[in-house]
């Protein structure tokens, strides 16, 4: 089992900024890839970034790219999403994923409210 446990979300201004954390721990070997999403009250979750352990090479949704940066600390086993000229619109709950092969995993999540 992998245990992922987010922190950073709060109340912001709209242009402000916030930073995610996500803390990974248990069998954490063999997670190849992990990600943000986020799920807005009365809409689907969407995925916003992905990055691979290995490279680290990453993935944006067109809705954040350029104002969202994801990294990870191999080291920390931490992943974490620096989200820059925030916007009303992402106002949603943010999850921390980890794939394993054949399995996936989620965090509880962290609130991130934008506001105008």
């Known amino acids: 089992q992998v245990q992922l446990v987010e922190s950073g979300g709060g109340l912001v201004q709209a242009g402000g900024s916030l930073r995610l954390s996500c803390a990974a721990s248990?069998?954490?070997?063999?997670?190849?890839?992990m990600g943000w999403s986020r799920q807005a009250p009365g809409k689907q979750r969407e995925l916003v970034a992905t990055?691979?352990?290995?490279?680290?090479?990453?993935n944006y949704a067109d809705s954040v790219k350029g104002r969202f940066i994801i990294s990870r600390d191999n080291a920390k086993n931490t992943m974490y999403l620096q989200m820059n000229s925030l916007k009303p619109d992402d106002t949603a709950v943010y999850y921390c994923?980890?794939?394993?092969?054949?399995?996936?995993?989620w965090g509880r999540g962290t609130q991130v409210t934008v506001r105008s």
């Open positions: 994923s980890a794939d394993r092969p054949l399995q996936k995993y």
């Open positions: 990055i691979t352990t290995s490279t680290g090479s990453t």
């Open positions: 248990g069998s954490i070997y063999m997670i190849n890839t």
